[in-house]
C-alpha cells in the first residue's frame, strides 16, 4: 500500500492533524510514534506546509472562528447561519471537516455550537461532509 495519502480514498485527517494557530499540518502521533502515512505525505509533498498555503488556511480558520461567533452571538439565527455555511461551501482547504467531525469539534466556541444549537450544528456537519 502506498504511504502517500490519497485523499480520494482515504481521509487526510485519519493521518495528519491541523494546528489552529499557524495553519500548519503534521502526522498525528500514534501510540509511541509518528503515523508513517501522515510523515510520507508530508516530506513528498512539501508544499502543503507552504508559508502561502499556511496562510490561507489561517484565513479560512479565522472565517470559520467569525463565522461561529456570529451564529452564537446571533442566538442560531438562520441569516447569521447562512453566512457560516457559505465558508463551509467556499472552503478550498478542506478545514470544515476538521471543526466538524475531528478535534476541531472540541474548541470551545464549536463545542458551544454543538450543544446550545444543535440543528445549525447538524447543519455544518452535513455540508462538511458534503465539501
Not at 39 to 67: H, M, P, Q, W
Not at 74 to 81: D, K, M, N, T
Not at 114 to 120: A, D, G, I, L, V
Request: glycine content about 8%.
Amino acid at each position: 500500500m502506498p504511504l502517500i495519502i490519497d485523499p480520494t480514498r482515504i481521509d487526510p485527517w485519519d493521518h495528519l492533524i491541523l494546528d489552529t494557530a499557524n495553519g500548519l499540518l503534521a502526522p498525528r502521533f500514534l501510540d509511541d510514534d509518528f503515523d508513517a502515512m501522515g510523515e510520507a505525505t508530508l516530506d513528498v509533498l512539501t508544499c502543503i506546509n507552504f508559508e502561502s498555503v499556511t496562510e490561507g488556511r489561517k484565513r479560512v480558520i479565522r472565517r470559520y472562528y467569525e463565522g461561529v461567533e456570529r451564529v452564537l452571538e446571533g442566538g442560531g439565527s438562520p441569516g447569521r447561519f447562512a453566512a457560516l455555511a457559505r465558508e463551509v461551501r467556499e472552503d478550498e482547504y478542506g478545514v470544515s471537516a476538521w471543526f466538524a467531525l475531528r478535534e476541531g469539534a472540541t474548541e470551545e466556541r464549536f463545542r458551544v455550537l454543538k450543544e446550545n444549537f444543535p440543528h445549525c450544528w447538524r447543519t455544518f456537519v452535513r455540508l462538511a461532509l458534503q465539501s
